[in-house]
Structure formats: C-alpha cells, structure tokens
C-alpha cells in the first residue's frame, strides 16, 4: 500500500514548481541564482468588467455603432478617452469610466476590464531556476534540510531561526517577544492567545514555527503579514520529536518559511527550508513511499496523534481494530517505547 510522505528531512535536493494562477511573464532566466524573496514572475489581471451599451447611449443600431467605435481590441485606454461619437449638432459620446482594457467589440458594445491589480509570485526558495514555464512561472532547485507542516496562512519570508521553545511541548506567548527578535523567524511551540500573533506582528518577525495552533486563532492568523506554520496541527499538541531536534539544531541559520495552504490535490504543504552549503550530493525527494517493516512514521489520528515511531510488521489480510471495523494495519512502536495496532490510512511516511 502506498503512503504519502511528510517530508522531515536532514539534507535533500529539493525541486520546486512556482507558478502563477494566470497567464503572465516570467523576469528570470535559465540557470539564475534567486533569494526566496525575490519576484520570478508577475500577472495582471482585472478585478471587474464594465459592458458600454455604445448603440443604446448613442441610439443608432448595432451595425452603425460598431462604425462609430473608435478603439480597438486590446487598447488600454485612460479614463473619460472618447470611445465613439455620435452625429449632428449636439453629438453624444461615450466615454470610458475607469482606465482599463478593452477586452471584446461587436453588436454595438464595448466590453472593458477595468481595476487592474498586479500579482507578483515570489521564489519561495532560494536557489537556481531549473526550469521556465511558459507565461506561468519557474522550477527552483536547491538543497537542504525540508520540514514539512499541516497549516500555513499562505504567506512567505526568510530570516534567522531562533528557537523560543524549551522543548516539543512549549508555549509561546506574548511576555516573550521583544524588539530583539525584530526580523527573526521564531520556532515557537504552541500558539493560544491572540495577543502572541498581534505582538508578533508589530516587531515585526519574519515568521512563525508552530507546533500547533489553537482553531480559534485561524482566521487571525490568515491576515497576519508574516507567515505562520502549524508543523502538527490545532489546539494543545506538542511537536513531533523528529521535527524539533532538525529545527532546534539549525538556530542562527537562515530559513526560508512558505506557509502556502496544504492542498491534498497537488501535494503542496506548507514547509520550512534550511539552505545547507554541502557540496556531496543530495538524495531526491519521494513523495510517495510503500509501507514496510522500519518506515518511520507519524500517526495522524488520536489517540497518539502527532507521534512518531517505527513499523515493526504489516499485518496480513484485514485486522479487526478497536472500533470494530477491518482495515490493513500494521504495528507500530511509538518513540514512547509503546507498540500500538494502527490502520495504515492513519499512518504517513516521515522522512
């Protein structure tokens, strides 16, 4: 049976795809050498459209509005630019009422996009561009250490890790942030106040590694301008231990923090990478892994949500489990010295 991957690894080529979520143009090239903050790409895109009725306003018909128009597909045109003009001694007009685009002609209309924003997608990783997707984006190589998470508020940033976690089970709060963490990335433990975002914010850190982060806390925590990673999940859990010691060992290291939304469809997570300068060469990641005696897992349901431990067996055929149901299953020894029975779609691959 196969299993998805939560990748919590020491040193690891990592390949990344970033793309637009529209067509736009790509500002780097082959080969480059980017920082994670920098922009690879952009799109413009309009927030409206505004239909012009140009043969009702100037009340002729269609055909002999279309030979009125002035403008063309394509154009971009400024507010109150003549779009057509009607005949006699008082002619009306029709002009444009915001600046945008003119997107469609015909039938005596005109169709406008109009309000116009910019996306600007950013590296995400530092490293060298491997590839150009056409109009979309990039394909980033680099290497290092990856620790995957289940939650991120979709923003991204880089800085100095600093650990204010006393182990897995610690808890950030407010009382201990201060002006000397302006700029940091702050592995923090457990996050259960609004306050400890707000102050956060106001430093302001470049970042914040969770363990969890309390449900309540959410919709705060997605307009925050930094980005926030929940490594385990929501309300009062520790960190995984696997997590922790490659986190806690790489203090006063640069990390970059992508706390893009988990997506189960495209396998993007939420992830923390650690640029190492190593020279040897990496191993490539797996995203998908067959369970087998010594895979080190996490288990991903209560009651030892979050834990790790190690296959000891797979059991054959289906297990009859606590709950009544049958279910291929195999036998775990958690980190705890306890050996548990769990079904395997509640297991992942860690590594």
Not at 7 to 21: C, M, S, V, Y
Not at 58 to 67: F, S
Not at 72 to 99: N, W
Not at 228 to 243: L, R, W
Request: proline content about 7%.
């Amino acid at each position: 049976m196969q299993a998805p991957v939560n990748h919590i690894i020491g040193f690891a080529n990592i390949i990344r795809e970033r793309l637009l979520p529209v067509k736009g143009d790509t500002l780097v090239r082959l080969n480059q050498k980017v920082s994670s903050n920098d922009v690879v790409a952009e799109a413009h895109f309009a927030r409206e459209h505004v239909l012009l009725d140009v043969a009702r306003i100037l009340r002729v018909n269609p055909n002999t509005a279309d030979k009125l128009i002035k403008c063309k597909m394509d154009e971009r045109l400024a507010t109150g630019a003549e779009i057509a003009s009607g005949k006699g001694l008082f002619p009306r007009r029709v002009t444009v009422p915001r600046e945008g685009r003119v997107v469609i002609i015909g039938g005596g209309q005109v169709l406008m996009e109009v309000g116009e924003s910019k996306i600007e997608l950013r590296a995400g990783i530092p490293g060298t561009v491997l590839g150009i997707v056409p109009d979309r984006g990039v394909v980033i190589q680099t290497t290092g250490a990856l620790i995957q998470g289940v939650w991120g508020n979709g923003r991204i940033d880089a800085g100095q890790l600093v650990n204010l976690s006393e182990g897995p089970e610690g808890v950030l709060t407010s009382a201990r942030l201060d002006v000397s963490l302006r700029g940091a990335v702050i592995l923090g433990g457990m996050v259960k106040d609004a306050e400890t975002l707000k102050v956060a914010g106001e430093l302001p850190v470049r970042g914040l590694i969770l363990s969890s982060i309390y449900p309540s806390l959410i919709q705060q925590a997605r307009e925050m301008r930094y980005p926030i990673v929940a490594i385990d999940g929501f309300g009062p859990m520790p960190m995984n231990s696997a997590a922790y010691k490659l986190l806690s060992t790489n203090v006063k290291r640069d990390v970059t923090i992508n706390a893009e939304p988990y997506d189960r469809y495209t396998g993007s997570r939420p992830e923390i990478i650690i640029p190492l300068p190593i020279s040897s060469e990496a191993p490539d990641l797996h995203e998908m892994e067959t369970f087998a005696p010594g895979l080190q897992v996490r288990m991903r349901r209560p009651p030892a949500l979050g834990m790790i431990g190690s296959i000891v067996s797979i059991k054959p055929g289906l297990t009859v489990l606590f709950s009544g149901l049958r279910a291929r299953a195999a036998e775990v020894k958690l980190e705890n010295g306890e050996t548990v029975v769990a079904p395997l779609v509640n297991l992942e691959v860690v590594g």
